[in-house]
């Protein structure tokens, strides 16, 4: 039994609120990943690779731990890689 009801009911629709805003904030940064990925496929279909590494660096470096849903499946057949032992063979993506 909670010492102070009345303080762990606050705390829990303080956290629920927290939560929503979360989720809102993660679906924001989902869509802009999104649009920014497209963004890179039609500077790399220019010529601009570089401008692209430069992109995916900085996004990188101001969002730690947040990957574009093209990162995650090269790091799945990287990781996938290894567990079956494959020395050979890339995985550098074919997608762009």
Do not use: F
């Amino acid at each position: 039994m909670p010492v102070n009801p009345a303080a762990v009911q606050a705390a829990w629709t303080a956290a629920k609120a927290h939560l929503a805003t979360l989720q809102a904030n993660l679906a924001t940064v989902q869509a802009n990943l999104a649009t920014l990925e497209a963004d890179c496929d039609t500077l790399y279909s220019q010529g601009a690779g570089d401008v692209v590494d430069w992109l995916r660096t900085n996004a990188k470096t101001d969002s730690p731990g947040i990957s574009t849903p093209r990162e995650r499946r090269r790091e799945h057949r990287a990781a996938s890689a290894l567990r079956l032992g494959s020395t050979t063979g890339s995985t550098r993506s074919v997608e762009r």
